[in-house]
């Protein structure tokens, strides 16, 4: 079983940064990749990035490449994704998610799910 636990979601104006942090727990988080989803409403939930806890591979999506950085501190158990040059298309509901095998990309292949945070980017 894992856990997952998403913060630090909020309201910035376009062009500002935030920084999402996801807290996993679990005796066997280590054999999962963590991925960084995000939902829009009236959309369904699409991938943003993955990292692998033993090799720290980082894959992103097109629209996030250059702007987000994903990033692992393995003696915590800790997932962050950094995010600078916010635009209102990033607003939406981003979660974190626990990958065992599967596509990275599809949300359907995930085993667990944090329970989302917020995050609104303003014009």
């Known amino acids: 079983q894992v856990q997952l636990v998403e913060s630090g979601g909020g309201l910035v104006q376009a062009g500002g940064s935030l920084r999402l942090s996801c807290a996993a727990s679990g005796r066997t988080v280590g054999s999962y990749d963590m991925g960084w989803f995000r939902q829009a409403p009236g959309k369904e939930r699409s991938f943003v990035a993955v990292?692998?806890?033993?090799?720290?591979?980082?894959v992103y999506a097109d629209s996030v490449k250059g702007r987000f950085s994903i990033s692992t501190d393995n003696a915590k158990n800790m997932v962050y994704l950094q995010m600078n040059s916010l635009k209102p298309e990033d607003t939406a509901v981003y979660y974190c998610g626990a990958l065992r095998g599967g596509s990275y990309r599809r949300p359907n292949d995930y085993d667990y799910w944090g329970q989302g945070t917020q995050v609104t980017v303003s014009s």
């Open positions: 990292a692998s806890w033993s090799d720290g591979r980082t």
